[in-house]
């Protein structure tokens, strides 16, 4: 009588650490970036605000194509990139602008629709976007530059599509 209430109890207890091991082992899948900002710079968020607003006022201007910071939008913005280098070689400094501006309506897109904001990261030069959200990071002038890189065979919604994707994975793994 002893013995089986003894293994049912031994079975019990077993169950319950084996269920505190893998619960343990999920939350350390989670990793955090190793640099979490502990505040908000406006003057940045203002900045990068400014810049996306020039990529959108310029492409109104020069190519007559609305960007209005929808998903949409980035495939808008990937046309008017392959337009733009297919009719002229452009000076590095004009490449540099473009980047910017272009990076920052990229940027300011997924922190419109997703969240997010502009931080400026000890390891970079230019900001990344960040969403403490989900302790997500990435660098849209690093996408654009891949972007300029491989021009036709890089599609901007893709990548802005894939992102997103890592984005709601991450807020899962992070709700779990």
């Given at each position: 009588m002893?013995?089986?209430v003894?293994i049912?109890?031994?079975i019990?207890?077993?169950g319950?650490?084996?269920?505190f091991?893998?619960?343990?082992?999920?939350?350390?899948t989670?990793?955090?970036p190793?640099?979490?900002p502990n505040?908000?710079?406006?003057?940045?968020?203002?900045?990068?605000?400014?810049?996306?607003?020039?990529?959108?006022?310029?492409?109104?201007?020069?190519?007559?194509?609305?960007l209005?910071y929808?998903?949409?939008?980035?495939k808008?913005?990937?046309d008017?990139?392959n337009e733009l280098?297919s009719k002229k070689d452009?000076?590095t400094?004009i490449?540099?602008?473009?980047?910017v501006?272009?990076?920052?309506y990229?940027?300011q897109?997924?922190i419109?629709?997703?969240?997010g904001?502009?931080?400026q990261?000890?390891?970079?030069?230019?900001?990344?976007v960040f969403?403490p959200?989900?302790?997500?990071?990435?660098?849209p002038?690093e996408i654009l530059?891949?972007?300029f890189?491989l021009?036709?065979k890089?599609?901007?919604?893709i990548?802005?599509?894939?992102?997103?994707t890592?984005y709601?994975?991450r807020?899962?793994e992070?709700?779990?």
């Amino acid at each position: 009588m002893i013995l089986p209430v003894f293994i049912i109890l031994l079975i019990l207890i077993l169950g319950v650490f084996i269920y505190f091991i893998v619960d343990a082992k999920k939350t350390k899948t989670v990793e955090t970036p190793p640099y979490i900002p502990n505040f908000q710079d406006e003057q940045l968020q203002k900045k990068m605000l400014r810049e996306a607003q020039t990529c959108a006022e310029s492409v109104m201007t020069t190519f007559d194509k609305m960007l209005d910071y929808t998903e949409e939008s980035i495939k808008t913005l990937d046309d008017v990139i392959n337009e733009l280098y297919s009719k002229k070689d452009l000076g590095t400094d004009i490449q540099e602008r473009i980047l910017v501006t272009y990076g920052a309506y990229f940027g300011q897109t997924f922190i419109n629709n997703m969240s997010g904001i502009w931080f400026q990261h000890p390891n970079f030069n230019l900001p990344i976007v960040f969403s403490p959200k989900a302790l997500f990071e990435f660098s849209p002038f690093e996408i654009l530059k891949d972007k300029f890189r491989l021009l036709d065979k890089y599609d901007l919604s893709i990548a802005y599509h894939d992102l997103v994707t890592q984005y709601r994975r991450r807020l899962n793994e992070l709700r779990t």
